[in-house]
């Protein structure tokens, strides 16, 4: 079992950044795909980065490459979500998920954290 909570959101200006914290507990956090998802309002749930569970792989949606970075610390059961020169677009709750296996599928995850909203202003 493994339980998931998101911080970290807020409201910024486009251009501005914000980190994303996803703090996880259960003993086997380490060895659990983890990924962010974002859903605005009406619209599906959509990704945004996946990092194995080792941190040597990452993958990211093209709407946010080369802006957003995905991070973990298994030391200490903690994803991060780095968002530098936001964009009105990238408004919406964001979401820390873990799956057994490397997949940007959401169905395929296991876990889901409440959420956490982002905003940016225009």
């Known amino acids: 079992q493994v339980q998931l909570v998101e911080s970290g959101g807020g409201l910024v200006q486009a251009g501005g950044s914000l980190r994303l914290s996803c703090a996880a507990s259960?003993?086997?956090?380490?060895?659990?795909?983890m990924g962010w998802f974002r859903q605005a309002p009406g619209k599906e749930r959509d990704f945004v980065a996946l990092?194995?569970?080792?941190?040597?792989?990452?993958v990211y949606a093209d709407s946010v490459k080369g802006r957003f970075t995905i991070s973990r610390d298994n030391a200490k059961n903690a994803v991060y979500l780095q968002m530098n020169s936001l964009k009105p677009e990238d408004t919406a709750v964001y979401y820390c998920?873990?799956?057994?296996?490397?997949?940007?599928?959401?169905?395929?995850?296991?876990?889901w954290g409440q959420g956490t909203q982002v905003t940016v202003s225009s």
């Open positions: 990092i194995r569970w080792s941190g040597g792989s990452t």
């Open positions: 998920a873990a799956a057994k296996t490397f997949t940007s599928y959401p169905a395929r995850y296991d876990y």
């Open positions: 259960g003993r086997t956090f380490s060895t659990y795909t």
